[in-house]
T-cell receptor
Framework: QKEVEQNSGPLSVPEGAIASLNCTYSDRGSQSFFWYRQYSGKSPELIMFIYSNGDKEDGRFTAQLNKASQYVSLLIRDSQPSDSATYLCAVNKYNNNDMRFGAGTRLTVKP | ETGVTQSPTHLIKTRGQQVTLRCSSQSGHNTVSWYQQALGQGPQFIFQYYREEENGRGNFPPRFSGLQFPNYSSELNVNALELDDSALYLC????????????FGEGSRLTVL
């Protein structure tokens, strides 16, 4: 079992729709959770982080965490073609920089 | 732009050679981490440096080694290169050790022939 699992996609949504990206993790003791966006040929950039159960909103992005189910999700509202990228879920197990990344979900937003 | 710079951006080596990759962290960040990202995969943690000391290591063999300098810049050294070492090597800095908010450089793409 991989430590962090994501659907590889590709996930395709029309412009203006909601994109839903999901991630599960195996270590129940994991402390903090992150979503990074990676454009093709570029390095990852942090979009959101979440530490507590529930929802956290930032503009068009909402991160959701359910520790009991070991599940993290990212919702992108009003998707734009510029959101087309690979989205990496990352879990910080020990509150250090030992981040465990999923393989990423490739999102395509079609105009 | 994250303020994290890496060099070189691309390089080609042959099996058995050694390589040194360099990273300058964002101003004020005293923690540097190195990650390996193979094609189609997420980044894998190699190690972290804090105040010039290794402060955590992932599942990589000892031929992967590093340094951090007093100005918080860092090097990643890989000895006895293998074909599977071909990957994008990412340096990431953060403000504090416990912080998972990483600021990545653009990476060094290593090809081992």
């Amino acid at each position: 079992q991989k430590e962090v699992e994501q659907n590889s996609g590709p996930l395709s949504v029309p412009e203006g729709a909601i994109a839903s990206l999901n991630c599960t993790y195996s270590d129940r003791g994991s402390q903090s959770f992150f979503w990074y966006r990676q454009y093709s040929g570029k390095s990852p950039e942090l979009i959101m982080f979440i530490y507590s159960n529930g929802d956290k909103e930032d503009g068009r992005f909402t991160a959701q965490l359910n520790k009991a189910s070991q599940y993290v999700s990212l919702l992108i509202r009003d998707s734009q073609p510029s959101d087309s990228a690979t989205y990496l879920c990352a879990v910080n197990k020990y509150n250090n920089n030992d981040m465990r990344f999923g393989a990423g979900t490739r999102l395509t937003v079609k105009p | 732009e994250t303020g994290v710079t890496q060099s070189p951006t691309h390089l080609i080596k042959t099996r058995g050679q050694q390589v040194t990759l360099r990273c300058s962290s964002q101003s004020g960040h005293n923690t540097v981490s190195w990650y390996q990202q193979a094609l189609g995969q997420g980044p894998q943690f190699i190690f972290q440096y804090y105040r010039e000391e290794e402060n955590g290591r992932g599942n990589f063999p000892p031929r992967f080694s590093g340094l951090q300098f007093p100005n918080y810049s860092s090097e990643l050294n890989v000895n006895a290169l293998e074909l599977d070492d071909s990957a994008l090597y990412l340096c990431a800095s953060s403000l504090v050790v416990e912080d998972g908010e990483l600021f990545f450089g653009e990476g060094s793409r290593l090809t081992v022939l």
